[in-house]
């Protein structure tokens, strides 16, 4: 879009367009649920995001978009991985990790 908009006599095939573009990075996200709570679900805390661009045209973030149209889907599939963390919650809390 920003392209045609400062280059309008550009005719860019969309093959190339797309063989040119970076791939897109995974995305990393924390899970928020507890295993004890909700054994055989998964829950993501997720920003989603969007933003005007200099044209006044609404822009919403790749990743985040597309898990928002999750919400309220009930057997819609998405591929994840895991990666190690380092998070452990401490032996011992003065406080509960568990939702009143």
């Known amino acids: 879009d920003l392209l045609s ?14 063989a040119i573009c970076p791939r897109l990075q995974p995305r990393i996200f924390t899970i928020s649920s507890s295993p ?14 969007q933003r005007r661009t200099i044209d006044g045209n609404l822009r919403k973030g790749v990743c985040s978009k597309y898990l928002q149209s999750f919400r309220n889907s009930p057997g819609k599939i998405c591929r994840l991985f895991t990666s190690p963390s380092c998070f452990r919650i401490p032996p011992k809390v003065s406080f509960s990790c568990r939702p009143n």
């Open 5 to 18: 908009l400062l280059f309008p006599s550009i005719k860019l095939p969309f093959d190339f367009f797309i």
């Open 36 to 49: 004890s709570l909700h054994p055989r679900e998964i829950h993501l805390t997720v920003a989603c995001v």
